[in-house]
């Protein structure tokens, strides 16, 4: 290799070498740059989305920021934490944006039932993790009604009751058939009964479901009722029991005017 070779490729090498030192400086100066702007930017609004029965005050007052306040030294985790204590949010998202928006994104909790009070009125509303979700004005759902066990309400606690909570847990994986035959659901000390939405010529048949299973009871309820109600306007259904291991017990009696069929029973 000649001498001109040798220096031609040292010359290369040694522009290369300046141009990565000239890039990494500029990157090193925009970055220093961008976080210094990043670092001055302040809190211009608070944006918030996806909420209904958890009002925008109501979120504001729990993240507890003040307006002006720079975007970076609010820590997003602790708000997050601090707005899902409300007891309608399930899940929260928050970001701070370049334009010094706090944009929040809240998920709220479904309710799958109303609690009531042992007189009649409506104590909270409940999600399928046994959440009670306090009555706003804004809460519309078509839900049944449960009578239960009266435990003191606590933001962060579910409810403890267990039988309770399997009831819950299986309302919320219900189908749609099987939520319009729930009118109510009452606890009675030792298990669960729940009141079927009546139709005519029936009306709110009581089923006994016990305190656990809802699962497969649930699937023989539906079977019994496509069956058995649907299928014989000639009976009164006076009590249903799916305490037994997969059995349906009846207690029925002719309707008035009607002769009892029993060609087709096979509840037993």
Known sequence: MTNGTRNGGRSTDLRLLLLGVLLLATLTTG???????????????????????????????????DSGAVLLDMDAALLEDRIVRHPWIREVDVNRLPSGVLAVRVDERTPVALLMTPTGRMAYWVDAEGWRLPVTERARYDVPLVYAMSEPWHPMRPVQHEPTRRLLSELGAASDRLDALFSEFVWDGDGWTVHLTPAPPHGSIPVVLGTDGFALKFDMLLAFWDQQVLQHANKIFDRVDLRFDSQVVVEERPRQGYAIDTTNNNNE
Not at 36 to 64: C, F, K, P, S, Y
């Open 31 to 65: 970055g220093w740059i961008a976080w210094r702007w990043a670092g001055q930017v302040t809190l211009d609004e608070i944006r918030i989305e996806g909420h209904l029965n958890a009002t925008a005050e109501e979120i504001r007052e729990a993240m507890r920021v």
